[in-house]
């Protein structure tokens, strides 16, 4: 087996870790909608912020049988590389995985990491991998899926006005694309909320948000072909930023909606403004996204506050995944 780090302009080994990785998700995540070779070499460019994962490609011949990420940040968690190994389904129980593994550990170790990170969906092959590997599981995330052909309108809005009365200081904004230059500032230490987010027993540092990185996450979603939607809850007396939560709608397949960050600043809580922010976001895709099928969100298992009001708007589990930690 041969490994290959790959390139975003490398077309034909773009293919062909697309082929690997649409493979792998049809045998163990057939929810998934599959990538498309815009869509990848989006995801290659531009990541989730700007600072891609190196990609990987492992071939037999002319055969393409694996594929590999490693994720690290300059922002915070430099103690950390993240790990993505998966192998064709057709060429398992191998010693590929292991193989292709073996090689992202000497970059994390070369590079001075001294914790790395794997995760795959909740299977056998995925605990007994990790395990075998020294891994331990430290987090779990689950993937619930809103229908939008399913939701219960007159449930949503009567929901919607609940939350409206009792978040009455609050006011709602709507934004498309770039937040404006002059709300980076107040917006980064917004975001950083979502730092209260359950990690459960992973070993990772809050995340540090700054205007640039803010600037550098929408320049990415956008770069990606990606629609931005932002919903902002404002405090009405100070004009304090309250709470967020983001959509992003894909252009080549307006049919595939993510939900980003959902947060509320630890002080403005108790005011339902989770629920007003996402029933707000819910009634603007109806009116401007009619393409929009589904919504795709992930969770901390344990993260209940978050989780009741994506149940309360009909959002159901479609997956769980499995996150392991060890250290180097
Ligand atoms: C997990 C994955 C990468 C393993 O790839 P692989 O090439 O089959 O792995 P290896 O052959 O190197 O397996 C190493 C060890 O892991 C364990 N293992 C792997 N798959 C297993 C399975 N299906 N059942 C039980 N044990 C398994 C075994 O201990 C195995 O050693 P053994 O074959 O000598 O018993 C592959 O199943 C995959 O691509 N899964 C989807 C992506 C994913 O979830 N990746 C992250 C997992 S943490």
Do not use: C
């Amino acid at each position: 087996m041969e490994i290959h780090q790959v390139s975003p302009d490398d077309a034909s080994r773009v293919r062909a870790v697309l082929a690997v990785s649409n493979a792998v998700s049809e045998a163990d995540s057939p929810w998934l909608p599959p990538h498309t070779e815009q869509s990848m070499v989006g995801a290659m460019r531009h990541g989730w912020d700007g600072e891609p994962a190196v990609r990987f490609l492992a071939t037999d011949g002319d055969d393409a049988i694996g594929a590999a990420a490693y994720s690290t940040s300059t922002w915070d968690n430099t103690h950390l590389a993240w790990l993505e190994v998966s192998v064709h389904p057709d060429h398992r129980r191998r010693g590929l995985g292991s193989e292709i593994l073996a090689e992202l550990l000497t970059r994390a170790s070369a590079e001075g990491r001294t914790s790395v990170g794997i995760d795959g969906w909740e299977s056998d092959s995925t605990r007994a991998f990790a395990a075998s590997h020294g891994f331990d599981l430290k987090a779990v995330e689950v993937m619930r899926r809103q229908v939008m052909a399913d939701v219960e309108w007159p449930r949503v809005t009567s929901l919607h006005e609940a939350a409206r009365v009792a978040a009455g200081d609050y006011e709602l904004v709507r934004r498309v694309g770039r937040t404006p230059e002059e709300e980076l500032p107040s917006l980064a230490v917004m975001t950083a909320a979502i730092n209260d987010a359950p990690t459960d027993d992973l070993d990772i540092e809050d995340e540090v948000f700054t205007p640039t990185r803010i600037q550098d996450y929408e320049s990415a979603q956008l770069g990606r072909g990606r629609e931005l939607l932002r919903v902002l809850a404002r405090h009405r007396d100070t004009g304090e930023l309250a709470g967020q939560t983001v959509v992003v709608v894909e252009q080549e397949r307006p049919e595939l909606g993510e939900q980003h960050d959902t947060s509320v600043v630890a002080k403005h809580r108790g005011h339902r403004l989770g629920l007003l922010l996402k029933t707000e976001m819910l009634g603007w895709l109806r009116e401007t996204q009619p393409r929009l099928v589904s919504l795709d969100t992930w969770n901390a298992e344990s993260n209940d506050h978050m989780i009741a009001v994506n149940e309360q708007l009909g959002y159901r589990v479609v997956g769980r995944s499995l996150a392991f930690q060890r250290s180097l």
